[in-house]
């Protein structure tokens, strides 16, 4: 039997962070630990582009842009959604979840998602930096693990 694992080493590996500016002081968090993780597995700042959009629903046409504008090998995905009072919530991260896995597939790229998806605001605070750890690191360790992945494997 042969197994196949991913090194946590981002050395020259060109990374994409489609990060949504709506609940900022939320996905700001996210963008913070995400670019902490990459730095400590060794990419270059040079190697590493962030794009800010308005929202979240809007994550995943820049997410479809950005692969096939072949610029990075991986792409992290970051925002926060919040559930409120109407099924505005229900219908957004359905959409956003589906439609970053269907460019993940499509594209054959990796894309780590690092959407929060939460019922509260401290449930987003939460995860992003506090007592629930820090997702848009997790998301960064998630691409850099696979990127690597696939070329140790090779099968890209």
């Known amino acids: 039997m042969e197994t196949f694992e991913g090194k946590l080493q981002a050395k020259g590996l060109k990374v994409g962070i489609v990060v949504s500016r709506f609940n900022n002081f939320i996905s700001e968090r996210l963008l913070e630990g995400a670019l902490d993780a990459l730095t400590r597995l060794g990419a ?3 190697d590493i582009s962030v794009y800010k959009v308005p929202g979240s629903f809007e ?3 820049l997410v479809k842009k950005l692969a096939r504008s072949k610029k990075v090998d991986g792409i992290i995905c970051l925002g926060a959604l919040i559930r409120g009072d109407t099924p505005h919530f229900d219908f957004l991260s359905a959409e956003v979840t589906k439609g970053i896995a269907q460019i993940t597939i499509d594209e054959g790229i990796p894309c780590a998602f690092g959407i ?6 401290e ?3 939460e995860r992003a930096g506090t007592k629930s750890g820090n997702k848009g690191w997790d998301a960064a360790f998630s691409v850099v ?3 690597n992945l696939v070329k140790t494997a090779k099968l890209g």
């Open 44 to 46: 270059a700042e040079t």
């Open 59 to 61: 994550v995943p046409f």
């Open 116 to 121: 929060l998806t939460v019922d509260t605001i």
């Open 123 to 125: 449930q987003g605070i």
């Open 145 to 147: 693990e696979m990127l």
